[in-house]
């Protein structure tokens, strides 16, 4: 084949404009320090870029973002629960204190003061948020554990219990002590008080979540019985025949008389139980053959007083209120657990949040409300008995055997709310016990998913690492090659075009 002038200038021309192109890729690699700039460039580079890349967003979402988050809410739930940890003891304390027999008044005054504080403290700690979300309401974050003001809005509450929760209540029969002063002791309604009228009575109670329930809208206990033919359970409801009754010492004498007794007392939220109500209700138990729980009790009332403080009942019971029923499927069985995951790793979830009903309990305020009122009734007392000893120096005659009279009276009334104070506090240790158990398995819960989120940020550091590394190993170019590649490129490309300068110069002519 004969060679013209021409065709080599034509294939220098091409291998010139070839050098060229691949200078520039050189070039654009070494200023982008990528290998690929668009996938026609190398397709199994660009797939696997793009799966790579991928992985390392994903991994970065996870260790960045979702693990931090979870840590944060982690420890506010932590610090949260270590707080209610340290009330618990403190009140274990008091009543340790409370359950001494050689109390002074003064001492009983700051237990009182001290219960109290730890009172109003302990369920604000519930309130804990982590970024305006509340952290112990289940899926409703935006709604407070308990109410924040004081509030009117009626709840229909049903609280589902079994029979360990029926106790026995002491009240003491005060008569009309607690209402003598120095102006009326002499008076006929007063002088007739004496030892004679000063008892104590236990009375079987339930004692509901919450006090100051709804007047004149009658409660009802529901439970379940044996069929008379044995065929099964059927379901048991007093309603209609629950007397309410404003708390009075009567109240509770009542019950205590009265076997078939069923009171309401709104004002302390209790049911009293006369003997055949409360056989009635302990024969409950559940039947192991059957999925249901026959050892259920159902007790439904109403509230719509609600103090700074009060727990929002929907975040504990079935209830209604404004039209809108929460936790509807609790009395079906169907109890639905608000637990709330993050996605911290490839298929891997962790539960970040402990719901109120695990450690923020109503029991806890209410054995301290119990205790308040009886160490007040014993300081009343005092004080009855301190006021009639000073009387009693400057009487004389009748006034005198008035007063004596009374100072009996109410040195057996002080020993009797003595002993029930005694006993209520001794008893208060091991329900406050039960309660910090409660709230240190949540504490040991919290830790041991902290301890399990730290081991999947580690993991997930190291697939944040490799996957970074195979991304960069599959996209990056070596600077020092591409450099080296790129001056020779730049040197073969002046070399061509100095080669096709002396050829474009020689033609035809040349040679005529």
Same mark, same amino acid.
């Given at each position: 084949? $004969?060679?013209?002038? /021409?065709?080599?200038? /034509?294939?220098?021309?091409?291998?010139?404009?070839?050098?060229?192109?691949?200078?520039?890729?050189?070039?654009?690699?070494?200023?982008?320090?990528?290998?690929?700039?668009?996938?026609?460039?190398?397709?199994?580079?660009?797939?696997?870029?793009?799966?790579?890349?991928?992985?390392?967003?994903? =991994?970065?979402?996870?260790?960045?973002?979702?693990?931090?988050?979870?840590?944060?809410?982690?420890?506010?739930?932590?610090?949260?629960? /270590?707080?209610?940890?340290?009330?618990?003891?403190?009140?274990?304390?008091?009543?340790?204190?409370?359950?001494?027999?050689?109390?002074?008044?003064?001492?009983?005054?700051?237990?009182?003061?001290?219960? /109290?504080?730890?009172?109003?403290?302990?369920?604000?700690?519930?309130?804990?948020?982590?970024?305006?979300?509340?952290?112990?309401?289940?899926?409703?974050?935006?709604?407070?554990?308990?109410?924040?003001?004081?509030?009117?809005?009626?709840?229909?509450?049903?609280?589902?219990?079994?029979?360990?929760?029926?106790?026995?209540?002491?009240?003491?029969?005060?008569?009309? +002590?607690?209402?003598?002063?120095?102006?009326? @002791?002499?008076?006929?309604?007063?002088?007739?008080?004496?030892?004679?009228?000063?008892?104590?009575?236990?009375?079987?109670?339930? $004692?509901?979540?919450?006090?100051?329930?709804?007047?004149?809208?009658?409660?009802?206990?529901?439970?379940?019985?044996?069929?008379?033919?044995?065929?099964?359970?059927?379901?048991?409801?007093?309603?209609?025949?629950?007397?309410?009754?404003?708390?009075?010492?009567?109240?509770?004498?009542?019950?205590?008389?009265?076997?078939?007794? +069923?009171?309401?007392?709104?004002?302390?939220?209790?049911?009293?139980?006369?003997?055949?109500?409360?056989?009635?209700?302990?024969?409950?138990?559940?039947?192991?053959?059957?999925?249901?729980?026959?050892?259920?009790? $159902?007790?439904?009332?109403?509230?719509?007083?609600?103090?700074?403080?009060?727990?929002?009942?929907?975040?504990? @019971?079935?209830?209604?209120?404004?039209?809108?029923?929460?936790?509807?499927?609790?009395?079906?069985?169907?109890?639905?657990?608000?637990?709330?995951?993050?996605?911290?790793?490839?298929?891997?979830?962790?539960?970040?949040?402990?719901?109120?009903?695990?450690?923020? *309990?109503?029991?806890?305020? $209410?054995?301290?409300?119990?205790?308040?009122?009886?160490?007040?009734?014993?300081?009343? +007392?005092?004080?009855?008995?301190?006021?009639?000893?000073?009387?009693?120096?400057?009487?004389?005659?009748?006034?005198?055997?008035?007063?004596?009279?009374? +100072?009996?009276?109410?040195?057996?009334?002080?020993?009797?709310?003595?002993?029930?104070?005694?006993?209520? @506090?001794?008893?208060?240790?091991?329900? @406050?016990?039960?309660?910090?158990?409660?709230?240190?398995?949540?504490?040991?819960?919290?830790?041991?998913?902290?301890?399990?989120?730290?081991?999947?940020?580690?993991?997930?550091?190291?697939? *944040?690492?490799?996957?970074?590394?195979?991304?960069?190993?599959?996209?990056?170019?070596? =600077?020092?090659?591409?450099?080296?590649?790129?001056?020779?490129?730049?040197?073969?490309?002046?070399?061509?075009?100095?080669?096709?300068?002396?050829?474009?110069?020689?033609?035809?002519?040349?040679?005529?």
């Amino acid at each position: 084949m $004969r060679i013209t002038n /021409k065709i080599m200038q /034509k294939n220098n021309l091409a291998n010139i404009n070839t050098n060229k192109v691949y200078q520039d890729t050189l070039s654009t690699q070494m200023s982008t320090q990528k290998k690929v700039n668009r996938p026609s460039d190398d397709p199994v580079v660009a797939i696997r870029a793009l799966r790579l890349r991928s992985s390392v967003t994903e =991994i970065t979402q996870y260790y960045s973002k979702n693990i931090p988050d979870a840590e944060s809410w982690l420890s506010v739930t932590e610090d949260a629960l /270590k707080n209610l940890s340290q009330i618990v003891t403190n009140m274990i304390g008091q009543c340790t204190k409370g359950s001494n027999g050689d109390l002074k008044t003064t001492d009983r005054e700051i237990i009182l003061e001290q219960l /109290k504080a730890l009172g109003d403290a302990v369920y604000t700690t519930g309130d804990a948020d982590y970024a305006g979300r509340y952290v112990f309401t289940g899926y409703r974050t935006d709604t407070s554990l308990s109410f924040t003001q004081e509030e009117t809005k009626s709840y229909t509450i049903t609280e589902q219990i079994d029979n360990t929760v029926i106790d026995s209540v002491t009240k003491v029969n005060t008569d009309k +002590l607690l209402d003598l002063n120095s102006n009326n @002791f002499n008076s006929a309604d007063m002088a007739d008080v004496n030892e004679e009228k000063i008892s104590a009575v236990d009375a079987y109670r339930i $004692r509901l979540s919450y006090d100051e329930c709804s007047e004149g809208a009658k409660p009802s206990i529901s439970f379940q019985q044996k069929k008379a033919d044995g065929s099964g359970y059927e379901w048991v409801t007093w309603s209609d025949d629950i007397v309410e009754m404003h708390s009075y010492e009567g109240t509770y004498t009542e019950a205590a008389n009265n076997d078939d007794a +069923l009171i309401y007392v709104p004002e302390t939220g209790e049911l009293l139980l006369g003997k055949n109500r409360y056989d009635a209700l302990m024969a409950t138990k559940d039947d192991v053959t059957t999925v249901a729980d026959e050892s259920e009790i $159902r007790v439904t009332y109403q509230k719509e007083k609600w103090n700074k403080g009060d727990l929002r009942p929907e975040h504990y @019971f079935k209830c209604e209120a404004d039209g809108i029923v929460y936790n509807e499927g609790y009395t079906e069985g169907d109890e639905e657990k608000q637990v709330i995951e993050y996605d911290v790793g490839f298929n891997q979830t962790i539960q970040v949040n402990s719901t109120a009903d695990q450690c923020f *309990k109503h029991g806890i305020g $209410r054995t301290v409300d119990d205790l308040i009122n009886s160490m007040q009734n014993v300081l009343d +007392l005092e004080g009855v008995k301190a006021n009639l000893e000073k009387l009693l120096k400057e009487a004389e005659g009748t006034d005198a055997a008035v007063l004596q009279t009374q +100072l009996d009276a109410t040195d057996k009334a002080l020993t009797l709310a003595k002993d029930k104070c005694q006993k209520l @506090f001794e008893r208060g240790i091991t329900v @406050f016990q039960g309660h910090l158990d409660d709230t240190n398995l949540s504490i040991t819960e919290c830790g041991t998913r902290s301890s399990k989120l730290s081991l999947i940020k580690n993991r997930m550091q190291n697939q *944040k690492t490799t996957f970074e590394t195979l991304k960069s190993e599959n996209e990056d170019v070596d =600077i020092t090659e591409i450099a080296i590649q790129l001056s020779s490129a730049e040197l073969t490309y002046e070399a061509a075009l100095m080669a096709t300068g002396k050829v474009m110069q020689t033609t035809l002519l040349n040679f005529i």
